[in-house]
């Protein structure tokens, strides 16, 4: 068993919209395994991991299966649906709870291919790496140690996972369709996207004021504004020494709680003491905590927390010391062994109860009960093993939020409005929550803030309450869903113009546009990342920018394929064409068939509101419909194309050219977008794949409810220059000669550029142009027919960069292109860098020539052009600068 490749998806992706491991796994040896042999193999894994047979828990979406099928079939395969289990079942095992389980076979004998969903990354590499040893020793008759591994794994898990607090409101936005995304391993979460994002740490959101937080972590000071507004806080100051603490415990008279001054989660926390030596050692633990301690009144009564979210009381619970009852059998350490046998209790605070600690500070609270943790209670002796009832420090809790009397709930919140909190979980100390604080000596004692929510989420006892809910809809009120207006751009050919005029657009209705493409990341024109930015990453770095208001993704099929797409849903998705398709033979897309497979996630993953705008002249294109969530739109350049024709029929919306105008149409009713002699990048209609470039570009923009008279505008001052669109039918004219710069590098790219040029007249036509070395035999000579049956003069430059090839052999591949009856005269071979290749082309001009420039490194090919044509018309006795022509 041999792995040849991991992919992490992190995204949607072909597989499904979770996230997936993707394991490339050789099973060669396996593939001749008798029935038998296999069955004896799933014997000895499941004597091992039984629940390999139970089926994966369904998530409510469908994903989720009936368990392991025992049904005869290839060995192979079999073997590889056992693996992928096992990866599925070791993160089950270890608490992280997975639905998603594919297997297939490749292109290429014995080799498999796995997809296992997972929730923390890490978890799901380790458990992989698990699975494949556990596998492997129960191959080869050796024991592993499984239980041990997956007990590593859960401790993982636990301190990776987000804790309750930071899940319950993920959770709940997730319900009302707002994206989060996870910043860091700690609780950092971006909510919502672009402008319209929110962050939370735990229980603390943006909205949180630092002032605020400053204000509670001082909680003499949060003491002194309770006051000042008339909240009932109990006496107390702050204390210089441990003497001064006995010094002010008299003052106040015992029993005195002592406590750090900015202390949080109750530690460092002492209560009811009475005694100078209880004082003392209350002191020594609250000063390892902070350099600031205080002593107050202890209040009578029981131990309350409210939780307030903006400005509302939400959740209220009683809340007790850890402890635990004797039976008179068992010793406390023994007892305390079997509460934290609960599976509500763990560490790292991923679960809604905390294990009890049996600590220094529980064999002093059991020592002050006569007690030892070898002692033995009587039956029914409930024994302390804290005074503060903290849930992180083993306490429990009693929901107990409908007993509020209103009078404590506005005192609470009049407390929360004075420090100014958002969210705030305030410690109330009072003997019946149901009365006046004041008719009782009940106290606010502190205000918290990011509070624990696991107390009110899954309390010991009584009613869980949705405070991740409450906490969402306080940040995103009126049923927001946090998202900005997304365009996603895919296909063949065309993506890069129409992701750049679809962001042009957007701009021109007011929105501030984050734009990926193969040419950059652009915040409007502000290009802030230049290369190939037209994976994942790039859409996430978009979306996690506060100041962008909407966004448009080029979406290439290598991103789609390594790691998924790098958002959740889009509101409209543009698939501009397959054709003839482009990289094949590469990350295992070996048929045009393979490629719209890949290229359809972006349709899988429209919004249910959104639209896909698809080619209806495609038919690879047109089969995506049926796969889209949301609604479809077909746009063609005739209006009597059949597939569009039909949809329009049925009262779908369409886009189409009548009358060298751009139509939108919607069942009967129809309206002109724009004149095409108004559009430059068309050349006035004649350029056919800038008129569908610009098509499928307003179609999108419909759909978004961009009015047509911004659409209009939009089109008719978006130019494919060098500055607008570089590397895409970019057109120069220089001393009677037109210079073409363009990024084509496919067969079906060239066919349409051919097209195009076709409506340029020329004396001579002239192209530098290459082909990459990744590319099949057979698509590389097809490229070389093409070129050959189309110009008079070829340039053919071997790049330094052969992607895999030897020397000389992409050129060799091209020439076998060229026929004894094709129109190419000349054919001029070059080695050496891009630079020198498009130079020497350039000097080749002449008056009347009708140049074609291909272009790599195409920012840079931008500035040499510019560069040399400006040079040369410095050396012209006409000074003739280059000029760009107006599409």
Not at 474 to 480: E, G, H, I, Q
Not at 590 to 619: C, F, H, M, W
Not at 669 to 692: C, H, R, Y
């Amino acid at each position: 068993m041999d792995i040849r490749n991991t992919r992490v998806l992190r995204g949607p992706n072909t597989w499904t919209q979770s996230t997936v491991l993707e394991v490339w796994i050789d099973l060669t040896p396996m593939t001749t395994w008798t029935f038998t042999e296999v069955d004896a193999f799933r014997g000895a894994l499941v004597q091992k991991l039984p629940r390999l047979m139970e089926p994966l828990p369904c998530n409510g979406h469908g994903e989720g299966d009936s368990g392991l099928v025992l049904l005869p079939r290839a060995s192979g395969l079999a073997v590889a649906e056992l693996i992928a289990r096992c990866i599925a079942v070791v993160q089950l095992n270890a608490g992280s709870e997975v639905h998603f389980v594919r297997v297939s076979e490749s292109h290429q004998a014995g080799l498999f291919k796995l997809a296992v969903q997972y929730r923390e990354e890490r978890v799901g590499k380790k458990a992989l790496e698990i699975a494949m040893a556990f596998v492997t020793a129960v191959r080869a008759g050796q024991t592993y140690d499984l239980a041990a591994r997956i007990t590593e794994l859960r401790d993982l898990d636990q301190q990776l996972r987000l804790g309750p607090s930071t899940y319950s409101i993920v959770r709940a936005a997730v319900k009302r369709g707002i994206p989060f995304r996870r910043l860091n391993e700690e609780s950092l979460v971006q909510l919502g996207q672009g402008s319209k994002q929110h962050r939370i740490l735990a229980a603390a959101t943006d909205r949180t004021s630092a002032v605020s937080e400053s204000i509670v972590q001082d909680k003499d000071l949060t003491k002194q504004l309770l006051q000042a507004i008339g909240v009932p806080v109990p006496r107390g100051r702050a204390v210089a020494d441990a003497e001064d603490a006995w010094v002010a415990a008299l003052e106040i008279g015992v029993p005195v709680v002592v406590k750090p001054k900015d202390g949080n989660q109750g530690r460092g926390v002492a209560v009811n003491l009475h005694t100078k030596e209880q004082v003392i050692a209350g002191y020594a633990a609250a000063v390892a905590r902070s350099d600031d301690v205080i002593v107050e009144k202890y209040a009578f009564g029981a131990d309350y927390r409210l939780l307030v979210i903006g400005n509302k009381l939400v959740a209220a619970a009683r809340r007790e010391p850890p402890q635990v009852i004797g039976d008179g059998r068992r010793t406390i350490s023994e007892l305390v062994d079997e509460v934290n046998k609960d599976p509500r209790r763990g560490e790292h605070h991923a679960t809604c109860l905390s294990k009890i600690p049996l600590d220094a500070i529980a064999q002093g609270v059991l020592s002050e009960q006569g007690l030892a943790a070898m002692s033995v209670p009587a039956a029914g002796q409930v024994v302390l093993l804290r005074r503060n009832a903290n849930l992180s420090t083993g306490g429990s809790a009693t929901d107990v939020t409908d007993l509020v009397h209103p009078e404590v709930a506005g005192r609470v919140i009049d407390g929360v409005r004075m420090v100014g909190l958002d969210i705030a979980g305030v410690d109330v100390i009072a003997q019946d929550i149901s009365r006046p604080l004041e008719q009782q000596g009940g106290v606010i004692i502190e205000i918290n803030a990011a509070p624990g929510l696991r107390m009110h989420l899954e309390p010991s006892f009584g009613q869980g309450r949705p405070v991740g809910e409450a906490i969402v809809n306080m940040m995103f009120p009126n049923n927001d869903s946090g998202r900005i207006p997304t365009v996603a751009v895919s296909g063949v050919n065309g993506k890069t113009t129409t992701t750049r005029l679809t962001a042009h657009i957007l701009r021109c209705w007011g929105k501030r546009t984050g734009l990926t493409s193969t040419d950059g990341i652009y915040l409007d024109d502000r290009r802030i990342d230049d290369g190939d930015c037209s994976g994942p990453q790039s859409a996430r770095m978009v979306l996690a920018n506060p100041s962008v208001e909407a966004a448009a993704f080029e979406t290439a099929r290598g991103g789609i394929l390594r790691e998924g797409l790098g958002f959740d849903i889009c509101d409209a998705a543009i698939m501009t064409n397959i054709g003839e398709g482009d990289h094949l033979g590469l990350m295992g897309i070996d048929t045009v068939e393979q490629l719209a497979r890949a290229k359809r996630v972006i349709i899988e993953n429209v919004a249910s509101t959104g639209y896909a705008v698809l080619n209806a002249a495609d038919p690879l294109v047109v089969a995506m419909a049926d796969y889209c969530p949301g609604k479809v739109l077909f746009f063609a350049r005739s209006a009597d194309q059949p597939v569009l024709a039909a949809h329009r029929a049925k009262g779908g919306k369409v886009m189409f050219v009548r009358d060298n105008a751009i139509i939108a149409a919607e069942g009967t009713w129809e309206a002109k977008i724009a004149d095409l002699s108004g559009v430059p990048m068309t050349m006035g209609g004649a350029i056919g794949f800038q008129v569908e470039n610009a098509m499928s570009a307003a179609a999108a923009a419909w759909t978004l409810g961009v009015p047509f008279q911004i659409i209009r505008h939009a089109l008719e001052t978006f130019a494919a220059n060098p500055s607008k669109a570089p590397g895409r039918f970019n057109v120069i004219n220089f001393r009677g000669a037109t210079i073409v710069l363009d990024y084509g590098h496919n067969t079906s790219a060239l066919r349409a550029l051919i097209d195009g040029l076709n409506h340029f007249p020329s004396e001579r036509r002239v192209i530098l142009y290459t082909a990459t070395g990744d590319r099949r035999d057979q698509d590389i000579v097809a490229q070389g027919e093409l070129v050959a049956e189309a110009f008079d003069v070829w340039v053919l430059f071997q790049d330094v960069s052969a992607r895999g090839r030897k020397p000389g052999e992409v050129p060799a591949l091209l020439r076998k292109g060229i026929k004894p009856t094709s129109r190419v005269k000349e054919c001029i071979e070059l080695e050496g860098n891009e630079r020198y290749a498009i130079e020497t082309t350039l000097d080749l001009m002449q008056p009347g020539d009708l140049v074609l420039v291909q272009v790599d490194q195409v920012h840079a090919a931008m500035e040499w052009i510019e560069q040399y044509l400006n040079r040369l018309a410095l050396e012209s006795p006409t000074n003739q600068a280059a000029v760009p022509a107006k599409g």
